[in-house]
């Protein structure tokens, strides 16, 4: 599946959900990942996210597609993703 | 069509960058907008934007699905945006 992640989480927390992000998808802009990941992977992720975030206070929104052909995409101004994200 | 808006603006550009995208779709969250467009009210929003970023310095990203049945929304945490931006 096909995943984009947004997080507004406290300065606190950013590093660890960061390096949870960035295990298993690709960084493109301030707080946006993006990437192909299974079912399982997904899940990984959710689960590792659940249990390092505050759930009073931090928020994670994923939108996800069965396949990255179903969402395009597009930049305005500078791509700050490395080439390795690029859809 | 179904969008998903991420920005990274620079702060004195936050502002008119935020009123134009409040005007056509719904704040999730931090730096993220989510709404149903058609393909002119799109177009109107992306013209706008390009006149208000510095295109040497902010990043505008788009997702873009043809149905918002193509993609499914999950929240961990708390929702940040209002009950009318619930999916």
């Given at each position: 599946m096909f995943v984009i992640l947004v997080y507004d989480t406290a300065v606190e927390r950013?590093?660890?959900v960061l390096k949870t992000c960035r295990k298993y998808l690709h960084w493109t802009q301030r707080s946006v990942f993006q990437g192909e990941l299974?079912?399982?992977q997904y899940r990984a992720l959710m689960?590792?996210?659940n249990t390092t975030i505050d759930p009073e206070y931090d928020s994670i929104v994923t939108y996800t597609a069965r396949s990255p052909d179903m969402i395009e995409s597009s930049t305005l101004g500078i791509t700050l993703g490395g080439p390795g994200d690029i859809l």
């Open positions: 950013n590093p660890k299974s079912t399982a689960t590792t996210l």
